[in-house]
């Protein structure tokens, strides 16, 4: 990393958008060829920020400078000209478009008859494919076909052929397995060393800790303070962060240690589907937490998803309260008083241009109704605007649109929306994914108050810590298949891993 050349500075950046100021006299720079982390709670302004230094749209005041000019990206087209690339948690390739379309998106190889020179784009996406270590498969792949570890590594390819100097990552370990997240880092490291620069987003702290030089810190839209890597810790990044001493993940108050005389409230039988889902029972207890935990690709998703009658299966019988019922959809599921939480907040979750209120009252509003049998606007708000204050909702009203609050603040409206049906079963699907750790021990405590309360719990997570601590029993799955389940007080993180392995525990 070169000590002196700096290649982004940012000096004096705010941001204002209705009621909102999102960013506040912010300034730092990045040096050439190092790894600059960026971090903060959310709705500490990192998205705005990221948004800003990609084009997407103007600070409100402030200055930017990039590669020794004074830059006034208008567009994401202009920073991409530039040198500046963004490679987002959600990713934005084209699944029917090969690996190589894909890379050479915007700017395909012409011959010259103007058509598309196609031995030409395979040739040169294999190129960029080999830079970031996408071995063994041909450049002619649909994008569909490859798995998620694989599509960053053509999002990575894709900023590669552009000529980016300047990469920004947001979150691109999200959505992917330790060892595929490994394997990232090992591919930063190597872009490193050929001199990109990089500014990456995690809410992940130890990968913060391992591959930046140095991390900035961001709260409520304000720089605190950016250290070197090597002379700070984790405990100091999150005091930073929440702006109090660091805590550990408080556990949950209670947790249920003797099931002799405990009565199930649901039973799930012989769930079968495709190669997805094999064969697959278990029991839930009134005000149990139970764990549904596994490698990425084990089929945790795939058992909600058929428990609340999203997916169809080939086989499934379930007893509620020791009676058989049919969920056949999702208005099924509500009836019998089932929630889910699904794991895509924006693709699964959300109305993204509705407001806060339409999201948070969308299935509970028969019970805002008037004797007219007519939504009453004057009950919808009062009841929102309840559980806004309930779960300390960060909007500046109910009738803000969805999309602009912090995704913490967007997942904690999802929840709410099932906090006001009054459910008996709420099914979590990684919850605190992308999440940042003050929204996320928000979040825990919502589960102790609602175990506490005689609600019961599936919380599927791939962070073992949370499933460590939140539940009663857990419940592992390998391919498909459950392999086996603990209780609380014999869990281990060895053991864990063993059964989702398809290991024998010792």
Request: glycine share 6%; with cysteine; net charge neutral.
């Amino acid at each position: 990393m070169t000590d002196n050349k700096i290649v982004y500075s940012i000096s004096g950046i705010s941001k204002n958008f209705p009621g909102v100021k999102a960013l506040n006299n912010v300034s730092f720079d990045v040096k050439e060829g190092e790894i600059h982390a960026l971090v903060g709670e959310n709705g500490a302004g990192k998205s705005t920020l990221m948004n800003i230094l990609t084009g997407v749209f103007p600070p409100s005041s402030g200055t930017i400078t990039f590669d020794g000019r004074e830059a006034h990206f208008l567009t994401p087209r202009q920073a991409q000209e530039a040198g500046i690339a963004m490679i987002h948690q959600e990713l934005s390739l084209s699944p029917a478009l090969s690996i190589a379309e894909n890379i050479y998106q915007g700017h395909l190889p012409k011959n010259k008859f103007n058509l598309v020179d196609y031995n030409k784009l395979f040739s040169d996406a294999e190129f960029y494919m080999r830079e970031v270590g996408l071995h063994g498969i041909s450049a002619e792949t649909l994008v569909r076909d490859i798995n998620v570890s694989q599509q960053q590594q053509v999002e990575i390819s894709k900023a590669l052929s552009q000529n980016s100097k300047f990469l920004v990552l947001d979150e691109p370990t999200s959505a992917l397995t330790t060892s595929e997240a490994d394997k990232l880092m090992n591919i930063m490291r190597e872009l490193k060393m050929k001199g990109i620069t990089m500014l990456y987003i995690s809410h992940k702290l130890n990968e913060i800790m391992e591959i930046s030089d140095r991390v900035t810190v961001l709260r409520d839209g304000s720089l605190i303070q950016t250290l070197n890597t090597n002379e700070t810790s984790i405990e100091q990044i999150i005091s930073l962060m929440v702006g109090r001493s660091f805590n550990k993940i408080a556990m949950r108050a209670n947790f249920i240690n003797d099931y002799s005389q405990a009565v199930p409230v649901f039973e799930v039988e012989n769930l079968n589907s495709g190669k997805k889902i094999k064969n697959v029972s278990f029991k839930l207890y009134k005000g149990e937490v139970l764990g549904l935990t596994g490698l990425v690709g084990a089929g945790r998703s795939e058992v909600l998803q058929a428990i609340f009658g999203a997916d169809k299966c080939d086989s499934i019988n379930v007893k509620i309260s020791g009676k058989k019922c049919n969920i056949y959809n999702s208005y099924d599921a509500l009836r019998y008083g089932i929630g889910l939480i699904a794991e895509g907040r924006k693709q699964q979750g959300l109305f993204l241009k509705l407001p806060v209120v339409d999201n948070m009252s969308i299935v509970n509003l028969s019970a805002m109704k008037n004797i007219f049998r007519l939504i009453s606007p004057r009950k919808e708000n009062r009841k929102v605007e309840e559980y806004i204050k309930r779960l300390d909702i960060k909007t500046p009203s109910a009738s803000q649109i969805i999309n602009n609050l912090s995704g913490g603040n967007q997942q904690k409206v999802i929840i709410a929306r099932w906090l006001m049906n009054n459910p008996q079963i709420l099914l979590l699907d990684e919850p605190t994914q992308g999440i940042d750790v003050g929204v996320k021990k928000d979040i825990y405590e919502i589960i102790d108050v609602l175990a506490s309360q005689g609600v019961s719990i599936i919380f599927v997570s791939s962070d073992m810590q949370e499933i460590l601590s939140l539940c009663d029993r857990i419940v592992v799955m390998y391919e498909g298949e459950i392999t086996g389940q603990l209780l609380h007080n014999e869990a281990t993180q060895d053991k864990i891993m063993a059964l989702a392995s398809n290991q024998s525990v010792q």
